[in-house]
């Protein structure tokens, strides 16, 4: 089973700030690699899939890059709704398995 | 616009049984894979099972693995997970999720539904 790790397991920001998370698996993902994000109550949102690639409707202020087995969310300058857990999710082989998570929340 | 709609959660006796639906609309749902993934209160995301989009193949988390059944019935336009002999660790929010196209990568969830497991 590939072990996903998340860092740092909280980023403490302000609106405006760069937001920089890492995803490091324990083998070679290629680039089957994407992050969710998500607000409490609310089910998951895909911002990026295959390591670099923006899904639709996602701001361009959400990047995505990295392969092999180290990943970053780059959020270049944090608005108010971005404030929540982000999350990342491989493909590469069964069984798919999630990272514990990055909360982002306000300095 | 595509819409997952669950259904069936609820409180249930460890070792009981329960069957969760999963109403799909708003694309070919005969042409993707789904999954099921849960989510336990206040804890992070775990992919339970997949189904490709005929249905012919089906894919497990070891921790449901022998208790839990994935299907579809295209015709219906539904998912549906089927869990027996179920234990109070599998008590949390379950997500419906729908795949890219070709890839396994969720692109559309439902707002989920509570299964408890408690006495």
């Known amino acids: 089973e590939i072990v996903l790790t998340q860092s740092p397991a909280t980023l403490s920001l302000s609106p405006g700030e760069r937001a920089t998370l890492s995803c490091r698996a324990s083998?070679?993902?290629?680039?089957?690699l994407a992050w969710y994000q998500q607000k409490p109550g609310q089910a998951p949102r895909l911002l990026i899939y295959?390591?670099?690639k923006r899904a639709t409707g996602i701001p361009a202020r959400f990047s995505g890059s990295g392969s092999g087995t180290d990943f970053t969310l780059t959020i270049s300058s944090l608005e108010s709704e971005d404030f929540a857990v982000y999350y990342c999710?491989?493909?590469?082989?069964?069984?798919?398995?999630f990272g514990p998570g990055t909360k982002v929340d306000i300095k | 616009e595509v819409q997952l709609l669950e259904s069936g959660g609820t409180l249930v006796q460890p070792g009981g049984s329960l069957r969760l639906s999963c109403a799909a609309s708003g694309f070919t749902f005969s042409t993707y894979g789904m999954s099921w993934v849960r989510q336990a209160p206040g804890k992070g995301l775990e992919w339970a099972s997949t189904v490709s989009d005929s249905g012919g193949n089906t894919y497990y988390a070891d921790s449901v693995k022998g208790r839990f059944t994935i299907s579809r019935d295209n015709s219906k336009n539904t998912l549906y997970l089927q869990m027996n002999t179920l234990r109070a660790e599998d008590t949390a929010v379950y997500y419906c999720?729908?795949?890219?196209?070709?890839?396994?990568?969720?692109?559309?969830w439902g707002q989920g539904t509570l299964v408890t497991v408690s006495s």
């Open positions: 999720a729908k795949h890219m196209a070709g890839a396994t990568t969720f692109d559309y």
């Open positions: 999710l491989h493909r590469y082989n069964w069984p798919l398995t």
């Open positions: 295959d390591a670099s």
């Open positions: 083998q070679n993902l290629r680039n089957y």
